[in-house]
């Protein structure tokens, strides 16, 4: 007979700038499968050069990892499998929970939130999120090269999106997200009560430099 027990845990994140009474906007970006974090914030490097003191990024790194080949070299992390699931998604509830209060502490009460997920992440975010939203949302959400799951709740997917801004992203060539599930997407949030935007750039299943710049001058007002 299968039994649970809860443990302590140590997750660990990544973070460009400090926050402090400066911070104007502050990243949540979470990665997806196969990704570590000290990797995928790179992507954001830019982002925080161009506003040192006003943006900070944090970047949390799923708990659990594995080789992503053979049983050496290259370290992946994934934010969940099928295996286990319910407690995976509590799991990753307490972390992120955890890890935006941490931050959102030491930020003045007018810091914009924005929250970006790739990939993966995009699932795991957005159920998060749903969560929590009669209690707080971010000021943008980000879904890249992913999708808002299906299997969340009708009135806690109306509660996080109602005029939520919501930018939908995938490359014009990505394997994963064509731009017809883009389309679908765009619909499915928007039935919710999203301002949805959709962006496309050419390129695969990545991030793209140019359109990331343009979400992060677009939150600053």
Not at 136 to 156: C, H, T, Y
């Amino acid at each position: 007979m299968e039994h649970h027990i809860s443990v302590a845990r140590t997750a660990r994140y990544q973070q460009l700038g400090e926050i402090s009474a400066a911070t104007r906007q502050l990243w949540l970006v979470v990665h997806g499968y196969g990704q570590l974090a000290e990797y995928f914030i790179r992507h954001f490097t830019p982002l925080h050069a161009a506003d040192p003191l006003g943006t900070v990024i944090v970047a949390p790194e799923a708990l659990s990892r594995f080789y992503l080949t053979g049983t050496a070299g290259r370290v992946g992390a994934s934010w969940m499998t099928r295996a286990d699931r319910l407690a995976e998604i509590e799991d990753q509830d307490t972390y992120l929970t955890h890890l935006l209060a941490n931050a959102l502490a030491g930020c003045p009460a007018s810091t914009r939130v924005t929250v970006l997920a790739f990939s993966q992440g995009t699932a795991t975010v957005s159920r998060w999120l749903a969560r929590h939203a009669n209690r707080w949302r971010p000021q943008q959400l980000v879904l890249w090269a992913g999708d808002f799951p299906a299997d969340i709740e009708a009135e806690k997917a109306r509660q996080l999106l109602q005029q939520l801004s919501v930018a939908l992203v995938s490359g014009d060539q990505d394997a994963y997200v064509s731009a017809a599930t883009l389309q679908q997407q765009a619909a499915l949030v928007g039935q919710h009560g999203a301002t949805v935007t959709t962006l496309s750039f050419s390129g695969g299943h990545t991030l793209n430099a140019s359109l990331l710049q343009q979400l992060h001058t677009q939150a600053m007002g």
